[in-house]
T-cell receptor, first 111, second 116 residues
């Protein structure tokens, strides 16, 4: 089955700096890669996603890159703000829709 | 659009009892729903995939007789934790996929289960 590895497990940055979280996946059939933000006790919220036919996608301060050959994808958050502090999960999904999640990254943005 | 609800949001029960959690897609038809379990400070672990009108597909290590899943309609799936024990205490989250099949999942708000 699919295996998704996520790094780092914790990340602390100063407000205004950039944050980068990286994930690798194993199943070449995976073609959909969402990123979720989860606050304590809440549901995961989709913040950005990318499909296998695209190499990069950007939405304001958030961007995701995908390298299909190397089977890795990354989340980039620029100009971080304290409200960006949360746990971020990457996931990889096939056409069957079943998602495998990374272990999560706890991002802390210090004011 | 694409709203998923769960009920109850939290439940406390005694060891040995059964608990039913409902997952509803409010404004779309969900041919597939997924059930996840999340322990504190851990990731979401897929328990089973629920398809409307057919038997659920359970992930390895998940007991199908303990975690009963019923997907009776295109808007409702239920998870029943039978003979609950303290180790079943967790955050249970469902998600639903639309019939369009574009892979995006919409998550419910989760159910916090505490077994005493």
């Amino acid at each position: 089955g699919e295996n998704v590895e996520q790094h780092p497990s914790t990340l602390s940055v100063q407000e205004g700096d950039s944050a980068v979280i990286k994930c690798t996946y194993s199943d070449s059939a995976s073609n959909y890669f969402p990123w979720y933000k989860q606050e304590l006790g809440k549901r995961p919220q989709l913040i950005i996603d990318i499909r296998s036919n695209v190499g990069e996608k950007k939405d304001q301060r958030i961007a995701v890159t995908l390298n299909k050959t190397a089977k890795h994808f990354s989340l980039h958050i620029t100009e971080t703000q304290p409200e960006d502090s949360a746990v971020y999960f990457c996931a990889a999904s096939t056409n069957a829709g079943k998602s495998t999640f990374g272990d999560g990254t706890t991002l802390t943005v210090k004011p | 659009g694409a709203v998923v609800s769960q009920h109850p949001s939290w439940v406390i029960c005694k060891s040995g009892t059964s608990v039913k959690i409902e997952c509803r897609s409010l404004d779309f038809q969900a041919t597939t729903m997924f059930w996840y379990r999340q322990f504190p400070k851990q990731s979401l672990m897929l328990m089973a995939t629920s398809n409307e009108g057919s038997k659920a597909t359970y992930e390895q290590g998940v007991e199908k007789d303990k975690f009963l899943i019923n997907h009776a309609s295109l808007t409702l799936s239920t998870l029943t934790v039978t003979s609950a024990h303290p180790e079943d205490s967790s955050f249970y989250i469902c998600s639903a996929r639309t019939a369009q099949g574009n892979n995006e999942q919409f998550f419910g708000p989760g159910t916090r289960l505490t077994v005493l």
